[in-house]
């Protein structure tokens, strides 16, 4: 291993992972684990070649629906009896009758084994009504099992329903649905223990029935899977469980699966758990005394700052960034934005205005604080050309007056250019890298932009919720009033102080600016929303 290969992993590693995360026993690749590929980052799984992914709950958890439904109305010990029982009397399905051995699979070179070795919804429907008859029985035994299996006469296109309905011989009723919907939102966690039993079974079935061969070091490993869920350490069964299943899967699943969820999206309704609210405005927690005071302070230090240059980019550009920010504070506050969407874009201006003042004030070169306003005024400039070319009425928000004001404020506009590029020739990353302020890029800079442009990040945060009707697979349905986010007044105020001591860093004195302070807010409601918090673990 080179040098520059142990430099590069230590500082990797330098940070970490946060430790007060709610996420950080999760097994999450890092950014640095990512690999650049053009634009892209890729995880570590991704990058494998020929990968293809299987989704448990879309379409191998349907397949097994009579297992689903025996887990979810049936006490465990109860339904893991059964599927014992069931593994014992399938055995034989799976071996040839002349020598007992398995039946061999050709795999597919381009798309892997297709494995069939499982007892579930399509196999069932092709077994003959012998086999059928000593598998049926043994669920139907147990005093709950008609109840537990008649919800999958629901199912239009099941394999198999006309034998289903005429062994489990009863009219499926309404109650029937919430049976369904309850088994369902039991298994749609791949790892939920209801999952990772079932998945158990296949993996038994293939097991006992000979499909898998295990060299003697395993021999450990194979009786915890026998005796499951009584032996073991389930940290470590569970997972190797889970991952064996997925070798067990059908390839590709079967076309019925998808007429399953189609069916059970229209007959069933979705499950709104925003309906009923309204729009909450919650009172600033931002002390306005202390505000005021603090735009106060920075107008009396630049007084007393002022030369007699005609122009002072320095003087202009440092209070000038601080005053806009207190300006963006304010509006946060005073007009009660700071739970809504615009205050997560109002953050975004915060956090490109201190990095901005944080890489002028690093520089504190003339040249940059001239190129700075220079290409603002050239914004300006282009601005009003614009307005110029512009055929009808112009949009309300413009005052083409004041875009001429500022392009001929220093300079007239035909001496002025544009820039098109970038003021300092770089960009907001590689400034608050060169400045120091990396830490408010990486904190507030990526989240807040996805408001700024829309991206469905920010647009299924604010305005879609989670269908709490399990049959609905977790699809998002609009909200009726869009979500209050959590407050930007904290993050705001933080930025702000921090502007506020840069300036007093590039103009010392013995005066102290005034801080803003920061209150506990009070909650003042418009109509009832307690959807506060971010809904992701819905």
Known sequence: MSKGTKKKRKKAGKGGRRKDSRFSSLNISSIDQHKRAGSKLVPPLAQIPNMKTSSWSDHHMPEMLWAVLLASVLERRHYLDVLRKVVVQCRSWFLREDDGTVEEQSPDPEVGLNFSIVADQTKLAEVSDEEFHDFIKIPLAHPLGYAALRPILLIEDLPGIARWK?????????????????????????????????????????????RMRFPASFADRLEEFRLFPDKGDMRSVRPSIRSMEMSLRRNDPAEWTEGFWAQVLRDTVCIDPSEGEGYTFIETGIDPNTLYAARDGVIQKFRRNIRADRVDAKLDSAFGLVLYALGILEEIGMHRIHTRIVGAVALRSLAEVSITIH???????????????????????????????????????????????????????EFLNIDVGHWAGSNLRKLAMDSGAKDIYDKYYDWSSSYIHGNWAAVRDTNFVTCHNPLHRLHRIPRVAHRSLRSVEPDAVKLVNEMIGILEGLFPSDEIIPRVALGEPESSATAPNTDQDNESSS
């Open 359 to 413: 890489y002028l004030a690093k520089t504190d070169s003339a040249e940059m604080w001239q190129s700075y306003r220079v290409y603002g005024a050239g914004q300006a400039k282009l601005a009003f050309l614009k307005t110029q070319q512009t055929h009808g009425d112009l949009p309300n928000f413009i005052d083409e007056s004041m875009l001429y004001s500022i392009a001929n404020e220093d300079t007239w506009q």
């Open 166 to 210: 005429r062994y489990v011989d009863a009219e499926p009723t309404e109650h029937d649905w919430n049976t369904l919907a309850h088994a369902i939102a039991n298994v749609l966690d791949h790892q939920s223990e209801a999952s990772t039993d079932i998945r158990w079974f296949k993996v038994i079935v293939a097991i006992m029935s000979g």
